[in-house]
């Protein structure tokens, strides 16, 4: 019962110590005059030894005013202002629920709910009080209710601050994470005994406290080094496999937390770490090779850093795992739970250096090319590495785990502790006469390729050019008939005469960017042949008897390509009437003909070669009358002889000449004069008793002694003197006949 006067109020402190913590108290009484004192309100708090964890003062996020007749959301946090009130005679029940908990999911239990409610009433007519009840189904169920004030006393007139609940009140319910985060609800129901008189609600906040999952490191399960890190030769960055300065190195590792937290894995330089308050943990002494960021309990990680930068061939590395946590914790380290290629250390590959490149072209086809290198590798792995050193034929170089030329390949290659070379000699010493395109690299036995010097220089290969060349006993000489070499033309030329010759050209006889390496006849410089009697030897000066020089309408056969070096020639020509007989019956028996070829290519670089064999020139026996091929006596009397007559032999092939004479008797008509009365002689003026007497047979010989024939315009002749004797007895009449004169081959002692 509110009294009528003014009270006073007494305010009287009281401490009590206990065992599990302080007991503050105030008692409030109020004192009226005339009457007994009454207890109108009595606060008491007292702290336990906190739970470990809170969630702090959460106000609801909505509200349902139920029965009340007001019923504010907006500001519950604060005491400031009514924000629920009932003015009316009725128990109103009203609804606070969407509180924005948060307690972590792995929380071990929920130890007490503190509901704070700042609340009073209008008038002490009201008798009023609050019953606060708790549901973990969302409004399904709720907890006993609990009375503010608390026992039988009702609401004071002004702002009183009430803890309903505490640290270690569950409320007679054993709560969930779950229940609190996802489906709590309060629920406020009021009570009010005067019309018109009111509940009012300033503040509604509640505290939820929980103790906290026990925080234990992550257990690194596995982590080892990513085969991918290295050159593809091998497992793992290892001595024998290490990664290449510059590229990437991968760790992948799986870590597992017991209480489910995100987790690090950081790679370390040294066996060292320091935790951070939910951050990424960081490496002591030398620093981190990598720390990612996080993923889930039982999730595989993979660190991913450059290498560039890495001078050590062997770098340590040391990994652990590292929760995300405010009290954060990390695995032991962990040094690899691989086979050794993939543990710790990590190798890190250094390109090898290469400075200076060169090589000793030019050179002939059928040299060795030297291409040379300084270069090294410093780095000392298991052994030192080795340096490869490639010379190709295409601006085109393949590095890694196959390193080598692309495109058409190499010239060459070679590997050698530093400094190496290689060569070149072609198989069959074929190379056109041009410079080669030719680039040079080096790597080292991991595939590793140099990147500073003359990398990648261009260093040519120049090919001289070499005189075409003829095998000696690839020459050969021949008529038309393919024989020994015969004359057929009287007093003039004889064709069809071939010198033929195999031409090898070590440029090819192909010529670059196509056509023929070979000087043809239409060249100004082209290949040629002479053809000699051996006597007077190759460099004969020309001679119609026994010099032929540049026999130039050389005709060449077909060329394979590049990569042929042999193309077949033959020289066609003619030869004079006088061209000097070899043969056994001629003045130079013991020799024959012989040809020298003289081939040439497009760069009038030539050569020549006399063939091996010769040939025989057979004697060629040709002849003719130049004058008086009618013999006219005149007229003769009997018993007379007549005046001289005269026949003219010209020798027209390559021999000397005598006569063989014969005939048939003259007659006219009835009448005979015996050839017999016909003599001749080579010497004019002769007597008739004196000559050779002409027969009808055997035909009798007359050594005319006519010379072979030197000078194709002039024939060499010979003269016949010629008398007839007329019987004195002969009728007389005109008389004729026929006189044969054959030539023959003289001893060669008369020719010249």
């Not at 870590?255 to 790679?267: E, K, R, V």
């Not at 792995?381 to 692309?406: H, R």
């Not at 000559?691 to 006519?706: K, R, V």
């Amino acid at each position: 019962m509110k009294a009528c006067q003014e009270a006073k109020k007494i305010i009287i402190p009281i401490t009590i110590l206990t065992m599990v913590g302080l007991l503050f108290g105030t008692i409030f009484v109020e004192q009226g005059f005339g009457q007994g004192r009454q207890l109108i309100f009595q606060e008491a708090r007292q702290w336990q030894i906190a739970a470990d964890a809170d969630t702090g003062a959460i106000a609801p996020g909505a509200v349902d005013a139920g029965d009340w007749s007001v019923w504010e959301v907006a500001d519950f946090a604060s005491d400031d202002d009514d924000k629920a009130s009932d003015c009316d005679l009725s128990d109103p029940a009203g609804y606070l629920y969407s509180f924005p908990f948060n307690v972590p999911a792995d929380a071990q239990s929920i130890d007490g709910i503190l509901v704070k409610i700042v609340a009073r009433e209008d008038n002490v007519t009201v008798n009023g009080y609050l019953n606060t009840s708790l549901s973990w189904d969302n409004g399904t169920s709720y907890t006993a209710a609990k009375r503010t004030p608390p026992g039988t006393g009702e609401l004071p007139t002004i702002d009183t601050a009430y803890d309903v609940g505490g640290a270690a009140d569950n409320w007679g319910h054993t709560w969930t994470v779950d229940e609190i985060n996802n489906n709590f609800k309060a629920r406020v129901v009021g009570h009010n005994e005067k019309a018109a008189k009111c509940l009012e609600i300033d503040q509604f906040v509640v505290t939820v406290y929980y103790t906290p999952a026990v925080n234990n490191p992550p257990t690194l399960d596995a982590v080892v080094e990513n085969p991918t890190s290295a050159d593809g030769q091998g497992v793992g960055s290892t001595a024998g496999n290490p990664t290449n300065q510059g590229d990437n190195i991968t760790w992948q590792g799986t870590a597992s937390d017991a209480n489910g937290d995100y987790w690090y894995l950081a790679i370390c330089k040294e066996n060292s770490i320091s935790t951070t308050s939910l951050a990424a943990p960081t490496c002591g002494g030398a620093g981190a090779w990598i720390v990612t960021a996080t993923t889930t309990s039982g999730a595989q990680q993979t660190a991913t850093t450059s290498t560039s930068g890495v001078s050590a061939t062997s770098s340590a590395w040391y990994a652990f795992a590292c929760d995300y946590n405010t009290d954060q914790l990390c695995s032991a380290s962990s040094q690899g739970t691989g086979d050794a290629a993939q543990n710790s250390p990590f190798c890190t590959n250094h390109r090898p250096s290469f400075t200076i490149q060169s090589n000793d072209s030019p050179l002939d086809p059928n040299e060795t090319i030297i291409w040379s290198s300084t270069s090294s590798d410093s780095d000392l792995f298991l052994v030192a590495d080795w340096i490869g050193f490639y010379a190709c034929k295409e601006n085109n170089f393949a590095t890694g785990a196959s390193p080598g030329c692309g495109g058409t390949g190499e010239w060459c290659s070679a590997t050698s502790a530093s400094n190496p070379t290689c060569t070149y000699d072609d198989a069959d010493n074929i190379m056109q006469d041009k410079s080669y395109d030719t680039w040079v690299f080096v790597v080292d036995n991991h595939g590793f390729d140099a990147s500073d010097g003359v990398q990648g220089a261009e260093s040519d290969y120049v090919v001289n050019n070499v005189a075409p060349t003829v095998g000696a006993a690839d020459i050969s000489l021949a008529d038309s008939g393919g024989g020994n070499l015969d004359l057929t033309v009287p007093e003039g030329q004889t064709t069809g005469f071939k010198v033929s010759a195999t031409i090898v050209d070590n440029n090819s006889c192909e010529a670059d960017g196509g056509g023929s390496e070979i000087a043809t006849s239409s060249d100004a410089s082209r290949t040629k042949a002479w053809v000699y009697r051996s006597g007077v030897g190759a460099s004969c000066s020309a001679n119609a008897n026994n010099c032929y020089l540049n026999l130039a309408e050389c005709n060449l056969g077909p060329c394979g390509g590049s990569s042929d070096s042999d193309v077949t020639t033959t020289c066609a020509f003619s030869m004079w009437y006088v061209a000097d007989p070899t043969d056994s019956t001629s003045y130079y028996p013991a020799e024959t003909w012989k040809a020298t070829v003289q081939p040439a290519d497009d760069d009038n670089a030539t050569s020549s070669t006399e063939g091996t064999t010769g040939n025989k020139m057979n004697s060629y026996l040709a002849y003719a009358l130049v004058t008086n091929t009618t013999l006219d006596y005149g007229t003769v009397g009997l018993g007379n002889t007549s005046s001289e007559a005269t026949t003219t032999v010209k020798a027209i092939g390559n021999v000397g000449l005598d006569n063989e004479i014969s005939g048939l008797n003259m007659t006219s008509g009835g009448n005979t004069i015996i050839i017999d009365q016909q003599h001749a002689s080579t010497t004019s003026g002769f007597a008739w008793s004196t000559g050779i007497t002409a027969t009808t047979t055997p035909a009798q010989e007359l050594e005319i002694d006519c010379k072979k024939t030197t000078a194709t315009n002039t024939a060499a002749t010979s003269s016949t003197y010629w008398l007839i004797k007329i019987p004195g007895t002969q009728a007389a009449g005109t008389y004729s006949g026929t006189n044969t004169i054959t030539g023959v081959t003289n001893e060669t002692s008369t020719w010249y």
